[in-house]
């Protein structure tokens, strides 16, 4: 069951007004587990559908100056499942069906290149999108893969109550003409591999708590097989820790970047390597749009004169429990996030509340560290 922090109006510059922390009790169990595209060639597009940037820039709603003319975009919605990739190219011609294989691929490149497509679209679908979405991107064939719970907002507003795959792509095709999402790079194939890592490295967290809690009341005819089932997740962990380590080693980009995050006290290698992997926009937008992104900002809840509390949700759930966790050592050992912390607690701030405003301020300054290139500085103020 979900909880809810909440407090008064918020202290110390970070926000203006009410704010409350929605999320889960432990900060490792996320919100939303949906993959991520990552900054890379200019050539490659894939877009993010945990972004909150769209609240921020909407240059898709801009009108044609004068003397303008607003060019057509010709997208394309596809919905993936696990056997079939389901087309829509026009809502009034019927959907055409493609096997969701390297054949299937294929036979839709070309069809989309015969068609001068501008752009594809589609839903984040677990991750059974990302092998269309490279292969597409690497014919520099723009995609976006975009949010489900967007694109299912859409087509109930738009009267499509009954779910099927030809609606689905349908609804897709129809969602991007009107909101015109934004392609984003795709990740290269060294990213998604940290990224693997990563997600396994955390499945092996999660089996090693089941067995250490089964441990406690298991009987001795299946006692001596949980510890030694403990010792292999231990041992395994350990293993991906140095794999991720020697990766991050032999990149000469993530070497720099891992070299400005843990300058900062309270990023170790583990939040660093995350952030990597799983924040690649770090240090290319605005505090705003990061802080959105990762899912630490507050969001307005207002109607008439009614002002709501301000509430964090949505974004990157793996990024901010990497956060979490780091601001919980921050608040110990770095000067200014331990003095920002204290502040709100002696304003009457709840912990919770504290942690959550402790997160916003540390991804900023990553966010402008990045981008300045510029390590920590012990003297900040």
């Not at 497509?117 to 991750?127: F, L």
């Not at 990061?290 to 709501?308: C, T, Y």
Request: proline fraction near 5%.
């Amino acid at each position: 069951m979900r909880r809810e922090w909440t407090d008064e109006q918020f202290v110390g510059g970070a926000f203006s007004s009410g704010y409350s922390f929605t999320g889960r009790d432990r900060p490792s169990t996320p919100w939303d587990t949906k993959p991520v595209g990552e900054l890379g060639s200019s050539r490659h597009f894939l877009n993010n559908p945990n972004s909150c940037q769209s609240l921020f820039k909407s240059s898709h709603l801009a009108r044609p100056g004068k003397g303008e003319m607003m060019s057509e975009r010709k997208y394309v919605g596809i919905d993936v499942d696990k056997i079939n990739l389901e087309v829509a190219f026009d809502p009034e011609q019927p959907k055409k069906s493609f096997p969701n294989d390297k054949g299937g691929f294929k036979a839709l490149i070309k069809l989309f290149q015969e068609s001068a497509v501008d752009q594809v679209v589609m839903e984040a679908t677990g991750g059974l999108q990302n092998p269309l979405a490279v292969a597409l991107a690497r014919r520099n064939i723009a995609v976006a893969v975009v949010n489900p719970r967007q694109v299912r907002n859409f087509a109930k507003a738009m009267g499509y109550l009954a779910k099927t795959d030809a609606i689905d792509a349908l609804v897709i095709l129809k969602f991007a003409e009107a909101v015109k999402p934004e392609p984003r790079p795709v990740k290269s194939k060294q990213a998604q591999q940290l990224t693997d890592l990563i997600a396994r490295q955390e499945q092996l967290v999660q089996m090693l708590t089941a067995e250490k809690n089964r441990l406690h009341t298991a009987n001795k005819s299946v006692r001596k097989d949980i510890e030694v089932h403990i010792k292999w997740l231990k041992r395994r962990m350990k293993d991906i820790d140095n794999e991720l380590r020697r990766r991050i080693e032999d990149s000469p980009i993530w070497r720099v970047k891992d070299d400005l995050l843990q300058s900062v006290p309270g990023v170790g290698p583990k939040t660093s390597a995350k952030l990597i992997a799983s924040l690649p926009e770090l240090g290319n937008l605005n505090r705003r749009q990061i802080a959105a992104l990762v899912g630490v900002a507050p969001f307005n809840r207002d109607s008439g004169s009614f002002r709501g509390r301000r509430t964090i949700w949505g974004g990157r759930a793996q990024v901010r429990c990497a956060l979490y966790m780091a601001v919980l050592s921050a608040t110990k050992h770095n000067p200014v996030i331990r003095a920002f912390y204290q502040r709100l607690l002696e304003a009457g701030k709840a912990k919770k509340l504290a942690l959550a405003a402790c997160m916003r301020k540390l991804i900023v300054i990553l966010n402008t560290m990045m981008k300045n290139q510029t390590h920590w500085q012990t003297t900040r103020t």
